[in-house]
């Protein structure tokens, strides 16, 4: 009590170095609140990461597995003799997921059309085709259908899968990575006089046991987090857009009934193949040419090396391989869309999560008997909105709403340009891989910025866009245009958003 003086009117303590202390401490409370809520969602979002990405590569590599068991077994050295081929294949697929610059429509058509290649040699062994020829034979893959209709599917079951999986999967990736950096909290110097006030003020009168009121409590917080709660109203649209996706996977993107059974439909295509040899040789022949036909004795000979028999076997399906990542699809999914639901809105609800902690404030019972700043007492104001806007009428903190915090509307603009890309996995559409690596980071968020390094782009107002990304655009513009005196760094965010705002839309 001694230490602290002058506590009805906040902040100011007796001396330099006990006022340091107790500032320091109360942002180190302020921080350690913070981070224990927001570990633990980071924590469900890393995990389900790390589940979803192992088993979508254990899939790939079990597929590949089965495809080269079940051909060595079924095409011998037929199939070894042009395993390059299937083993392309799954190479562009793993490189496709885990972000490499692969058209996966093009990627396919180009392994049926080399796989044609192939198959034409095997079933035509008496003639010489050239290179030029065979490419004449690609030519005519989308007229004839050798492998039946087995192309177009696959490829549209593929396409779609692929895109959901990698999606999805990166959805997550953001998520966690938006928590990390938005949970690592700095306050505004008039945030730490506030934290100061509520936490270690009471001292000075004597009432060491005497907590918070939980209103006081919730006005403190909804001040020094006034940008995280900004955030709430583009984290739940992403929310719902991950939820979507997560319904496909479960449906008709299911990557898992696509990937377990590829060797059968492959095999199908094949056979499918063999059987109309005949008349898919004679149709290329009148569109291609009549190709030179060889001497007897290397027909003999070719023939007798591919080891070509009249029919290939036919395969009957034994039992798969293992699920991948010792689960299954379906599981991951269900936990995951469990989680993503309680998720939402959580930053909105993180002063309330705070304030609900015993150590912080008293709770909503004994209202009569809390710290309200002044006194042991019960606490009259009210309890101001969520983000920035809001706090223009918080009595308990100073906060600039001129002033967002650049980090936090960094990752703004993250889970918007991620919204877009699951609302087009969503719809089968392939999107561009996010290189997460690249994304800003660095200095903690809550500090701020000075106005003349802010873009006023980016103003948000959580309690005007809930449900309505389309009308906090609206907002934003009309915010930007009453703003001249912008540097070149901040010209040049706001470039890239309204570029953003239009594939939005």
């Not at 180009?110 to 050239?130: G, I, K, S």
């Not at 997460?436 to 390094?453: F, P, R, W």
């Given at each position: 009590g001694d230490h602290l003086k002058v506590c009805s009117q906040g902040y100011t303590c007796c001396s330099q170095e006990m006022e340091e202390k107790y500032s320091q401490q109360s942002k180190h409370d302020f921080r350690n609140a913070v981070v224990e809520l927001s570990n633990h969602l980071q924590t469900v979002f890393s995990s389900r990461y790390k589940k979803f990405d192992e088993f979508f590569k254990e899939l790939l590599e079990n597929a590949e597995k089965s495809l080269n068991d079940m051909f060595v077994r079924t095409y011998g050295r037929l199939y070894m003799q042009?395993?390059?081929?299937?083993?392309?294949?799954?190479?562009?697929?793993?490189?496709?997921?885990?972000?490499?610059?692969?058209?996966?429509?093009?990627?396919?058509?180009?392994?049926?059309?080399?796989?044609?290649?192939?198959?034409?040699?095997?079933?035509?062994?008496?003639?010489?085709?050239?290179?030029?020829?065979?490419?004449?034979?690609?030519?005519?893959t989308e007229q004839l259908k050798p492998f039946g209709d087995v192309p177009r599917k696959l490829k549209l079951q593929v396409t779609r899968a692929f895109v959901a999986a990698r999606t999805f999967a990166q959805g997550l990736a953001v998520a966690r990575d938006v928590v990390s950096k938005v949970s690592a909290v700095n306050p505004t110097p008039q945030g730490t006089r506030a934290l100061l006030k509520m936490m270690y003020c009471p001292y000075c009168r004597g009432l060491v046991s005497v907590k918070p009121c939980y209103n006081y409590c919730f006005n403190v917080m909804r001040g020094c987090l006034a940008n995280q709660g900004d955030l709430d109203a583009e984290w739940n649209i992403f929310m719902d857009s991950m939820l979507l996706v997560a319904e496909r996977l479960e449906g008709p993107f299911n990557i898992e009934s696509v990937m377990d059974p590829i060797d059968v439909k492959i095999s199908d295509a094949i056979m499918n193949m063999q059987e109309n040899s005949m008349q898919v040789s004679q149709k290329v022949f009148q569109g291609c040419g009549q190709p030179k036909t060889l001497a007897q004795g290397r027909t003999a000979r070719s023939v007798s090396e591919s080891g070509f028999s009249a029919r290939f076997r036919p395969y009957n399906p034994e039992e798969r391989p293992t699920t991948a990542a010792g689960t299954s699809l379906d599981r991951l999914v269900t936990d995951v869309k469990e989680k993503l639901k309680q998720a939402k809105k959580?930053?909105?609800?993180?002063?309330?999560?705070?304030?609900?902690?015993?150590k912080m404030s008293v709770g909503t019972v004994n209202e009569n008997e809390c710290w309200n700043g002044s006194a042991k007492s019960r606490y009259d104001f009210a309890v101001t909105g969520n983000g920035l806007a809001s706090q223009v009428n918080n009595p308990e903190v100073e906060v600039d709403i001129t002033k967002p915090d650049m980090v936090i509307r960094r990752q703004i603009m993250a889970l918007r340009v991620m919204t877009n890309k699951l609302k087009n996995a969503y719809s089968g559409n392939d999107v561009d891989?996010?290189?997460?690596?690249?994304?800003?980071?660095?200095?903690?968020?809550?500090?701020?910025?000075?106005?003349?390094?802010?873009?006023?782009?980016?103003?948000?107002?959580a309690t005007e866009v809930t449900g309505n990304s389309n009308k906090s655009d609206k907002n934003m513009n009309t915010s930007a245009a009453t703003r001249s005196s912008l540097s070149q760094a901040a010209l040049l965010l706001s470039i890239l958003f309204l570029a953003m705002q239009r594939q939005w839309r």
């Open positions: 042009n395993s390059e081929l299937f083993k392309d294949l799954f190479v562009e697929l793993k490189r496709y997921y885990v972000g490499g610059n692969v058209n996966l429509e093009e990627m396919l058509n180009e392994f049926w059309a080399r796989l044609l290649e192939r198959m034409f040699r095997l079933v035509n062994p008496q003639y010489h085709f050239t290179d030029e020829y065979l490419e004449c034979v690609s030519k005519y959580f930053w909105s609800s993180l002063p309330g999560n705070i304030c609900n902690d015993e891989f996010i290189d997460i690596s690249e994304e800003s980071s660095g200095e903690e968020s809550g500090s701020g910025c000075e106005l003349q390094q802010c873009s006023p782009e980016f103003e948000f107002n």
